[in-house]
């Protein structure tokens, strides 16, 4: 658009920042930006301030960006040099914003002599002016100038005090503390959002903190809109500036650090000792700008350690008051930036590569200085048990950030975000659009938004996120909705590409009973006892998880096979919700048989004909109710509400013959998107790296791998004979062995006397974990004895490993029958009485191994994993066309 169109032409836009510095910048670089998109800015603010930042703006920006004074009430004590928070005594600070408080009425005279389109304004002036330009008939939208993880943090301490905040990097140490505590005004001024406007913009970028921006509408049911990075542009002011830059410019390349703390923070005289004797010690050049309180005039020299300036020599420039900070971070000799975390300053730092040491001080800083460690492109200089620094932490921290090593991954860090931000442009700023009143709007994505609601055991929660990584990159995106205890679990399995697509959306149980603490609202861990309890537990959270669908809208909702409700809530919003089920399609079939049962007809499957009088004998060991009492289930309930059609973690080549069955017995059309199995990931943990060194060392194809999954425990007597099996197999082998949560036992003493003594080096004992998707991918693994829970099951067919088939409970023995019948493992058979024998153990697993008798067998697991590898994502690009027609968003994917 135009810029030079007439302002009867353009969206007129009166902006009304706070009175300081770290909030006027970014109001004046979003007022040049707009400029250029058909859009005549009045900046409006005390003459004190528009006179410094008055020689920022060209004369080609002064054509659309105007400069408008108010006038504050002057009183004895605050004359108007004072209306600004720039150098102003802080026992005057009260006296200013009293002052602001009392500007209605110039505010007033100005919206009705200028008439603007919208109102753009600071959340923290003290009085938002949303009230006034109401009267007017006047859109208002606020603008943050923070970041979104500082007020994500601040929305949930005071909307949620009870929930625990769902991102732990940014907990707080014992001796930091959110700004302003429990302040009524605090709190009054995060609420504002809520009730002030239909949208907020916000002076941060997706790429940085989206999972943030993210969380802020489910806190505050408003849109947010990330504007970018608003930082100032470099120039040159002046002589002072030059000589700083000529200085600057005789050092190496990267070899220098910028050591600043804002306009409004200041160094104690302990902090200066430590931070002055912290540069010394970490040999490494820099520029530090040293300011004082105003009403505490000192010497520089004097502020200084004794000699000081003497020893440092060339090597460090010491600068009063004020310096070019962008031109110094722009400069190719600054390697890192020393700084309190201001969020101008980090945004800075960040659009000009440079990594950041972390020395927060109050405010925003301390939250802004975990993101900071989080994101990876800087690290905190930490304070003792009393808030005091040590020089050597500080040089410490500094060597590691700029010189050392280990600090390469935050160097390249903060080049990536620096490339980011270059190659973003103005995107988010285009984005903004003017509406039809004159208003201000964000084009919305394109992307279809799917909310997923899984059931709470990792079983379920892996297909789920698997799913949700593969729609991402097909212009979905994603709100994974589940307790803040699982969702901590597995942000660490979502990368940060990802994590633009992906958001992770807490769902709060109400707290239906004191031994339902946080940490229990999973199944993993959970006391068997407890299991109803967190049953009812969730489905009382079918009020927030409405809340939820009327705050997000989403375009469909996928759930799991427990909650009939979330379909029922969804169609009162309208929203199609189709039924995820995480389990084999020979599983439901086999249910489906005993629910829909007509007399005289016999289950089409003789494989598993063994199995209907054990399970009818067998209840607790049923997944879920079969419906055979005349009570409708939930999971038949949730097949019926499907929309059209149920999905299924399988594919048709292991499955076929249970897919087909289905659409006949249910009446929906069944949609196979499988495997979703987790992708191996190597993770630096010395548990991990120790486990792949020892697989390392043993031949091709030689080794098994023992586990029962996360929520299987054997007794004590199916461990000794699984112990004993894997003894007379002379098959190497690593066992993870796991116990119950009320059953704590040393691993030496659950094995048989002098067992791990006998096998020695040709096996491997872990306690609790182990990265199973990494063992069966490796080359020495050739078997899996297991349990045979789906999610196994499919990771081992996806990696071509033959399955040792120990069944327990639930859907396990039908799928163990599944891998015996498709041909890819074979099962150990229990006797009458449901025990294991060591023999028999030791007898299959050398079968399907290393016997001649078992070759079949692994070239038919071979076999399917090469299947799986074909087929890639023509799963999912046909499940993507099932959901656009199902949402009638008539897109193309």
Known sequence: MDSKHSTTTKVKVLMLPWLAQGHITPFLELAKKLSTKNFHIYLCSTPIILTSIQNRISKTQSLSIELVPFHLPPTPELPHHRHTTNGLPPHLLRALIDAFEMESPSLTNTLQTLSPDLVIYDVFRPRPPSADASEYKIPAVE????????????????????????????????????????????????????????????????????????????????????????????????????????????????????????????????????????????????????????????????????????????????????????????????????????????????????????????????????????????????????????????????????????????????????????????????????????????????????????????????????????????????????????????????????????????????????????????TNGLPPHLLPTLMNAFDSASPDFSKLLQTLRPDLVIYDFLQPWAPTIASEYNIPAVEFITTGAAVVSFFSFLAFKKPDVELPFPELQPLLGSFRNAQPNRPVDDGTDGKPTPMLECMKKSSKMILFNTFRELEGKYLDYLPISIEKKIVPIGPLVHETDHHEENKDSAIMQWLGTKDELSTVFVSFGSESFLSKEEREEIANGLELSGVNFIWVVRFPVEERTEVEEALPVGFLERIGQRGLVIDGWAPQAQILAHSSTCGFVSHCGWNSVLESLKFGVPIIAMPMKHDQPISGKVVEDVGVGVEVKRDENRKLNRENIAQVIRKVVKDESGVQVRTKARELSEIIRIKGEKAIDGVVQEFMQLCNRGKTI
């Open 143 to 522: 603008l943050m100038t923070s970041g979104a993880a500082v007020v994500s943090f601040g929305f949930h301490k005071f909307t949620k005090p009870d929930v625990e905040f769902p991102f732990p990097e940014l907990h707080l140490n014992s001796n930091q503390r959110f700004p302003g505590g429990d302040r009524a005004d605090t709190r009054s001024r995060l609420e504002r959002p809520r009730i002030s406007c239909k949208m907020t913009l916000i002076n941060s970028f997706r790429e940085l903190e989206g999972k943030y921006i993210d969380y802020l509408p489910i806190l505050t049911e408003k849109k947010f809109v990330p504007t970018g990075p608003l930082v100032q542009g470099t120039t040159v002011d002046g002589d002072k500036d030059s000589a700083i830059l000529q200085w600057l410019g005789a050092k190496d390349e990267f070899s220098t650090v910028f050591v600043s703390f804002g306009s409004e923070s200041f160094l104690s005289a302990e902090e200066r000792e430590e931070m002055a004797h912290g540069l010394e010690l970490s040999g490494v050049n820099f520029i530090w700008i040293v300011r004082f309180p105003a009403g505490e005039r000192i010497e520089v020299g004097e502020a200084l350690p004794a000699e000081f300036l003497e020893r440092i020599g060339e090597r460090g420039m010491i600068v009063e008051g004020w310096a070019p900070q962008a031109q110094i971070l722009a400069h190719p000799s600054t390697g890192g930036f020393v700084s309190h975390c201001g969020w101008n300053s980090i945004l800075e730092s960040l659009k000009f590569g440079v990594p950041i040491v972390a020395v927060p001080m109050h405010h925003d800083q301390p939250v802004n200085a975990k993101l900071v460690e989080a994101a990876g492109f800087g690290a905190e200089v930490k304070r003792d048990e009393n808030n005091r620094l040590d020089r050597e932490n500080i040089a410490q921290v500094i060597k590691k950030v700029v010189v050392d090593e280990e600090g390469v991954d935050v160097r390249n860090k903060a080049r990536e975000f620096s490339e980011i931000i270059r190659k973003k442009g103005d995107e988010e700023i285009d984005g903004l659009r003017p509406t039809e009143r004159g208003g201000m709007d964000s084009k919305q994505s394109n992307a279809t938004k799917v909310l997923m609601l899984p059931w709470l055991a990792q079983g379920h929660i892996t297909p789920f996120l698997e799913l949700a990584k593969k729609l991402s990159t097909k212009d979905f995106h994603i709100y994974l909705c589940s307790t803040p205890i699982i969702l901590t679990s597995i942000q660490n399995r979502i990368t940060k590409t990802q994590s633009l697509s992906i958001q992770l959306v807490p769902l709060h149980l109400p707290p239906t009973s004191p031994e339902l603490p946080p940490h229990h609202h999973t």
